[in-house]
């Protein structure tokens, strides 16, 4: 028997157990020998990946930057959601606070998400450096790193900070779009109670890396399987949508482009490094 | 930029919001792939909303268009249609104008399939159901398993055809009876308490298990229940009207009832329940309403009969159309009836309880001559209850022969 093909998985909520058992047994079902393997948080898998005890990692774009500088370059992308392409970050005020643009948050307090989370800390950060230069010491900016690890995986810390602006503790924050529909879709705020003021450049989310050292056939045969899968299947409709996308997608040139901004902002921020 | 788009939502002020999204979300749903929907705000700048919304559902966002007083934003459906059919619409039942609308009236489809489709779940004929909905697997889903001709017929006289066991009785009409008349009416009454539970139970074990596309079925079922539940009340308050209450539940009743009870399949079970065991009960009541000493326990039992004559007319019907599809199906009820024998013939004998009792309530005393009399009313009752039997048997499709042979392997319990 041949030995199976090895997937880690971060488990960020009880529902990847059941995310990833579909995902098995289909490609058990289609004759591919798969098995996966959960970790707490993305340092720990960057690290089984790069030392050959998994073949393929589902990383976020923080955990896949990670991987390919520390790789020297030798780390490939495979496939992702539809939904990780083109990603955004909000930044979000009360309506009446009057705040219309990244200048007018001088003076003002503004919150940022997980220090691990491109979404809610690393790019607003980033893009916060670009638009304000030097005046950004005139923003009075306060961290959530909640759930550390997990790359904002759960949210937790986006909304913390929608919390904070909920009882006016502070005056802006950044968060993924993702998040920001979910709440407008939820009604966590009263209608028109809460707006989005900037909407960052597109940017890419997680992908499925593995090394070039990882036998090219293993890595076709993952990419044709899992693209293989019919979002039209109850079974396979049910596992997206848990997962959160329509379609999965090979990652190109062109989507590897969406992690340039990524690479600047955490070289600049010293984020590189793999502390497990 | 200029894109057709065939459906325009107007909202007006409305932010991004829940009301917004919702309004998205069935227009999405409900339009083909590719077609794209215009969103009509006023409001300026929607767009990392719409956007984002566009991109977790995988739809395209197309972009925004300056119109003179508000802003046109325009999203394109690119996924699978989620309903494959378009909901009916301008259709009006008959017998609305009159006020009176029957079940039997009721077109919601061009015909009755013989096999439910498959995606039928909680819902019937007529319903457009979303694609990959979950598949229940009605273990019953052919039109030949569960359908009755007249059962829409039967559902509407049930209804109209209803009685309430408080109020529809005299119970203080009920004279007082010598012990031995009361006592062996208790008993009977413990007895029918007994057979009505089965009544109630058996069809209670299929309702779920029948495809709902055929909807009149599990109607017709909850009503027949209904009535079951009726009689089990009224002839529990009768055994308790008079100073008596329940009496003694024999081992033969009971086995007979078991036998009936672990049936799992429907057509043997309705053969079995219906066709035989609920006939022969209308044979048993009409024998009880002839000699019950007092009017308001003969309007008891006359009340509870009609309500069994139309249980046999569905299952009459329903084994007929079953076996006229399907003539093999003749062996297999013989067969179901024969081994039911089988069983009750692991323990000999009849319940000789209820026997004695329905003696003397037949001759209206336990004196030895009376007692006699009514003994032997009860073999002539025993003999019309085979008679009628084989002709039901003749009537769903048996040849005569076998209806003889059939009919007397019927348990002694009567059910």
């Given at each position: 028997?041949?030995?199976p093909?090895?997937?880690?998985?971060?488990?960020?909520d009880?529902?990847?157990?059941?995310i990833w058992d579909?995902?098995?047994?289909?490609?058990?079902?289609?004759g591919?020998?798969?098995d996966?393997?959960?970790?707490s948080?993305?340092?720990?898998?960057?690290?089984?990946l790069?030392s050959?005890?998994?073949?393929?990692?589902?990383n976020?774009n923080?955990a896949w930057?990670?991987?390919y500088?520390?790789?020297?370059?030798?780390?490939?992308?495979?496939?992702?959601r539809?939904?990780?392409?083109?990603?955004?970050s909000v930044?979000?005020?009360?309506?009446?606070?009057?705040i219309k643009?990244?200048?007018?948050l001088?003076?003002?307090?503004?919150g940022?998400?997980?220090?691990?989370?491109?979404?809610?800390?690393?790019l607003?950060?980033?893009?916060l450096?670009?638009e304000?230069?030097?005046?950004i010491?005139?923003?009075?900016i306060?961290?959530?790193n909640?759930?550390?690890?997990?790359?904002?995986?759960?949210?937790?810390?986006?909304?913390?900070?929608?919390?904070?602006?909920?009882?006016?503790?502070?005056d802006?924050?950044?968060?993924?779009?993702?998040?920001w529909?979910?709440i407008?879709?939820?009604?966590?705020?009263?209608?028109?109670?809460?707006e989005?003021?900037?909407?960052s450049?597109g940017?890419?989310?997680?992908?499925?890396t593995?090394?070039?050292s990882?036998?090219?056939?293993?890595k076709k045969r993952?990419v044709e399987?899992?693209?293989s899968?019919?979002p039209?299947?109850?079974i396979?409709?049910?596992?997206m949508?848990m997962?959160?996308?329509?379609?999965w997608?090979?990652?190109t040139?062109e989507?590897l482009?969406g992690?340039?901004?990524l690479?600047?902002?955490?070289?600049?921020?010293?984020?590189?490094k793999n502390n497990? | 930029?200029?894109?057709n788009?065939?459906?325009?939502?107007?909202?007006?002020n409305?932010?991004?919001?829940k009301?917004l999204?919702?309004?998205?979300?069935?227009?999405?749903?409900?339009?083909?792939t590719?077609?794209i929907?215009?969103?009509?705000s006023?409001k300026?700048n929607?767009?990392t909303?719409l956007?984002?919304?566009?991109?977790?559902?995988?739809?395209?966002?197309?972009?925004?268009?300056?119109?003179?007083?508000?802003?046109s934003y325009k999203?394109?459906k690119?996924?699978?249609?989620?309903?494959?059919?378009?909901?009916?619409?301008g259709?009006?039942?008959?017998?609305?104008?009159?006020g009176?609308?029957k079940?039997k009236?009721?077109?919601?489809?061009?015909?009755?399939?013989?096999?439910?489709?498959?995606?039928?779940g909680?819902?019937?004929r007529?319903i457009?159901v979303e694609?990959?909905?979950p598949?229940?697997?009605?273990?019953?889903?052919?039109?030949?398993?569960?359908?009755?001709?007249p059962?829409s017929i039967?559902?509407?006289?049930?209804k109209s055809?209803?009685w309430?066991?408080?109020?529809?009785?005299a119970w203080?009409?009920?004279?007082?009876?010598?012990p031995?008349?009361?006592r062996?009416?208790?008993?009977?009454?413990?007895?029918?308490?007994?057979n009505?539970?089965?009544?109630l139970?058996?069809?209670?074990?299929f309702?779920?298990?029948?495809n709902?596309?055929?909807?009149?079925?599990?109607?017709?079922?909850?009503?027949?229940?209904?009535?079951?539940?009726?009689?089990?009340e009224?002839?529990?308050?009768?055994?308790?009207?008079n100073?008596?209450?329940?009496q003694?539940?024999?081992?033969v009743t009971?086995r007979s009832?078991?036998s009936?009870?672990?049936e799992?399949?429907?057509?043997?079970?309705?053969f079995?329940?219906h066709v035989?065991?609920?006939?022969?009960?209308?044979?048993l009541?009409s024998f009880?309403?002839?000699y019950?000493p007092?009017?308001?326990t003969?309007k008891?039992?006359?009340?509870?009969?009609r309500?069994?004559?139309?249980?046999?007319a569905?299952?009459?019907?329903h084994?007929?159309?079953?076996?006229e599809?399907?003539?093999n199906?003749?062996n297999?009820?013989?067969?179901?009836?024969?081994?039911r024998k089988?069983?009750?013939?692991?323990?000999?004998?009849?319940?000789?309880?209820?026997?004695?009792a329905?003696?003397?309530?037949a001759?209206?005393?336990?004196e030895p001559?009376a007692?006699?009399?009514?003994f032997?009313?009860l073999?002539?009752?025993?003999?019309?209850m085979?008679e009628?039997?084989v002709?039901?048997?003749?009537?769903?499709?048996?040849?005569?022969?076998?209806?003889n042979d059939?009919?007397?392997?019927?348990?002694?319990?009567?059910?």
């Amino acid at each position: 028997m041949t030995k199976p093909i090895i997937v880690g998985s971060v488990a960020y909520d009880p529902k990847i157990v059941t995310i990833w058992d579909i995902i098995r047994d289909y490609f058990n079902e289609k004759g591919v020998r798969l098995d996966y393997i959960l970790f707490s948080n993305y340092e720990a898998q960057i690290e089984y990946l790069l030392s050959g005890k998994i073949d393929i990692a589902w990383n976020t774009n923080v955990a896949w930057v990670r991987t390919y500088e520390l790789s020297n370059h030798k780390a490939q992308a495979l496939v992702m959601r539809d939904t990780d392409i083109d990603f955004k970050s909000v930044f979000i005020s009360k309506t009446k606070s009057g705040i219309k643009s990244i200048q007018d948050l001088k003076g003002k307090k503004f919150g940022l998400g997980s220090a691990d989370s491109a979404q809610a800390a690393i790019l607003p950060l980033k893009y916060l450096q670009n638009e304000l230069g030097e005046s950004i010491k005139d923003v009075e900016i306060i961290r959530y790193n909640s759930d550390l690890g997990k790359h904002g995986d759960t949210g937790r810390s986006e909304f913390d900070v929608l919390e904070d602006i909920k009882n006016d503790k502070l005056d802006a924050g950044a968060i993924g779009i993702s998040t920001w529909v979910r709440i407008l879709e939820e009604s966590l705020f009263s209608d028109g109670e809460i707006e989005s003021f900037y909407t960052s450049e597109g940017y890419c989310h997680c992908n499925f890396t593995a090394l070039d050292s990882l036998d090219k056939s293993i890595k076709k045969r993952f990419v044709e399987v899992l693209l293989s899968q019919d979002p039209n299947d109850p079974i396979i409709k049910k596992m997206m949508q848990m997962e959160g996308l329509n379609r999965w997608v090979l990652t190109t040139k062109e989507e590897l482009k969406g992690y340039d901004v990524l690479t600047e902002a955490m070289k600049e921020q010293d984020l590189i490094k793999n502390n497990w | 930029m200029h894109l057709n788009h065939s459906i325009s939502i107007f909202t007006g002020n409305l932010p991004p919001s829940k009301a917004l999204f919702l309004r998205l979300e069935n227009a999405f749903l409900l339009c083909n792939t590719y077609e794209i929907i215009e969103v009509i705000s006023q409001k300026e700048n929607i767009e990392t909303e719409l956007r984002g919304w566009a991109k977790l559902r995988g739809h395209i966002y197309l972009g925004r268009e300056r119109l003179k007083q508000q802003y046109s934003y325009k999203i394109q459906k690119i996924k699978k249609d989620s309903f494959l059919q378009k909901a009916s619409w301008g259709k009006k039942m008959q017998g609305i104008d009159i006020g009176n609308p029957k079940l039997k009236d009721l077109n919601l489809s061009d015909e009755i399939l013989s096999i439910a489709p498959q995606n039928n779940g909680l819902l019937t004929r007529g319903i457009v159901v979303e694609e990959n909905s979950p598949i229940y697997d009605f273990e019953l889903s052919h039109k030949e398993q569960v359908w009755s001709n007249p059962v829409s017929i039967l559902y509407e006289e049930g209804k109209s055809l209803q009685w309430n066991a408080t109020t529809d009785i005299a119970w203080n009409e009920i004279p007082d009876l010598n012990p031995v008349l009361e006592r062996a009416i208790c008993q009977i009454m413990t007895y029918l308490v007994e057979n009505e539970f089965s009544a109630l139970y058996i069809p209670a074990k299929f309702i779920s298990k029948i495809n709902p596309y055929y909807m009149e079925v599990p109607l017709f079922l909850s009503s027949l229940m209904n009535d079951e539940a009726r009689h089990i009340e009224v002839f529990t308050k009768r055994a308790n009207a008079n100073g008596g209450g329940f009496q003694y539940s024999s081992g033969v009743t009971q086995r007979s009832l078991f036998s009936l009870f672990k049936e799992d399949d429907y057509i043997k079970s309705s053969f079995l329940l219906h066709v035989m065991g609920e006939g022969t009960f209308v044979d048993l009541l009409s024998f009880l309403e002839k000699y019950m000493p007092d009017e308001a326990t003969k309007k008891i039992i006359r009340l509870a009969k009609r309500d069994e004559m139309r249980h046999v007319a569905y299952g009459i019907e329903h084994v007929k159309s079953a076996i006229e599809q399907n003539p093999n199906r003749i062996n297999a009820l013989k067969n179901t009836a024969f081994k039911r024998k089988e069983f009750m013939d692991e323990i000999n004998g009849e319940s000789s309880i209820l026997l004695e009792a329905l003696a003397i309530l037949a001759a209206g005393s336990d004196e030895p001559n009376a007692y006699k009399r009514g003994f032997d009313l009860l073999e002539e009752l025993k003999e019309k209850m085979n008679e009628n039997r084989v002709k039901r048997l003749v009537n769903i499709g048996i040849d005569e022969d076998l209806a003889n042979d059939i009919s007397k392997a019927h348990t002694p319990n009567f059910m």
